[in-house]
């Protein structure tokens, strides 16, 4: 489906600054959209992938995908190719213009050399923690490094050695000759190359010095002809070394470094760290586990792409911090599924219902509309017969008043079949009911226009003869806000819970992974991508909001 969103009124002070930058000519528009592969995605990247994409889309400029590796240490291969297979899965093009900050390694260091050369960079044998405690506070200025005046010659040398090898991890940095007195500790003279004997996944071990996020970024951005380097708001006090950095070299068009707030969601944790741990320990079946707000999880869940795309594009973008109700995404999630989804018949917790007075033998075929919302998917027939599954909790054998459902003396609706009236009970040795007994009205058939009189009620149902098995899985948020607790949450311990004993339609024995589902009264369902051919359902999300925590 062509991707709509446009984020034409999605953070418009960007919007404000790239009309003022590019004048008449926004299609010179080229923004990047950066991961460390540290991790898999999640939905706070999908905002910026979102946001990034779409702005280049809607200016017919162009956006990049770039893999920021410099950090040897922590990335994998397994992760730049669940990167690109998320963005891809969310409806976004790089075309050719895939990069990695790995492939400017050379660049970087001949950079370096520049900034030695122009005597504006040291090499700096204070160990980490000294170099700490030589920066001072928000309070108090820095002090300078006792080597910050080694010659231009000797800081070749020995950045040369560092590249060779020469020296352990730790040993030395390369450092930016700023101001040990700026107000903004970013300035301090920040290091920008450390000593790392590390295999990189791109450069294997041809690299033994590794330059810092805040030096490489501006860089990437200006060689690759970034215009608008858009990125989160705990990058807005390194933006003046940014500049620094951009503005030390003869690069056309120089980039601009724009920060907005992260998006953020109520009763969920993002943060490679945090899902990273979850996986780690076992606690989740793996990055894609459908309860994880990665985009793997989401996808594996059954989300949409256009309703991520949706919900990100709605919920704006700004420069004050803000928390999205995840209710809302939900909400996004319902709409794009109301119209897609067939609506079947799927009994999570049967009990039988035997209608006495129909003949054994008997089976029928009723016509069913596959989604009353859309009438362009078509009808299907279903098989009804004498020995029905009902849900458990459709039938109560002590109901209260308001129970509309169905109970001894009570009648109801069978879903596209007959009105029903419960006549009593089988229950086993332990007093538990095994089934129920109803007789059924046959004048009462669904559209025959019958008109005696009203039953307040309708429950699904699936003929128990045709009846496939199947398991459902059915999801709690991972985390739940608790302002109480000292992190702010506390882990969900009812996240999952597995439904072993389902019965569906036969339809169902069709399903592919791509088909979404309404499972009547129960929720919105698609195949789970990890089946293995079993029939495992998925609930993508509940009929309607009905949150509750646990205890
Ligand atoms: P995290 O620590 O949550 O995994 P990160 O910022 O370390 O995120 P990167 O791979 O460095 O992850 O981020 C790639 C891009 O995604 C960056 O431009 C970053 O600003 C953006 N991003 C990360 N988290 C969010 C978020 N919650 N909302 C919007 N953009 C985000
Ligand atoms: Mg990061």
Sequence with gaps: MENQNTFENTGSFIHNYIKEDLKGELNKLRTRFPPEPNGYLHIGHAKSISFNFGLAKLYGGKCNLRFDDTNPVKEDVEYVNSIKEDVKWLGFDWEDRLFFASDYFDKFFECAVELIKKDLAFVCDLTADEVREYRGTLNTPGKESPYRSRSIEENLDLFNRMKSGEF?????TLRAKIDMSSPNINMRDPVIYRIAHAHHHNTGDKWCIYPMYDYAHPLEDAI????????????????????????RFDFDPRPRQIEFAKFLLTNTILGKRFLKSLVDSGEVDGWDDPRMMTIAGLRRRGYTPESIRTCCEQTGLSKAHSVTDIAFLEHCLREDLKAKSKVVMAVLD?????????????????????????PEMGKRMISFSRELYIERDDFMEDAPAKFFRLAPGKEVRLKGAYFVLCTGVVKDENGNITEVHCTYDPETKSGSGFEGRKVKGTIHFVSAKHAVAAKANLYDYLTIDDPESPDGYRKNKNSLIEMNNCVVEPSLTEATITDRFQFIRNGYFCLDSKANGELIFNRIVGLKSSYKPDK
């Excluded at 608008?228 to 390194?238: R, W």
């Excluded at 039988?352 to 009353?372: A, G, M, R």
């Design 168 to 172: 352990p991890d730790g040993a030395r």
């Design 224 to 247: 690759e002809g970034i215009t608008h380097s858009i990125c989160t708001l705990e990058f807005e006090d390194h933006r003046p070394f940014y500049d620094w950095v951009v503005s």
């Design 350 to 374: 049967p009990i039988k219902l035997v209608i006495t007075n129909y003949p054994e033998d008997k089976e029928e075929l009723l016509e069913v509309e596959n989604n009353p919302e859309n």
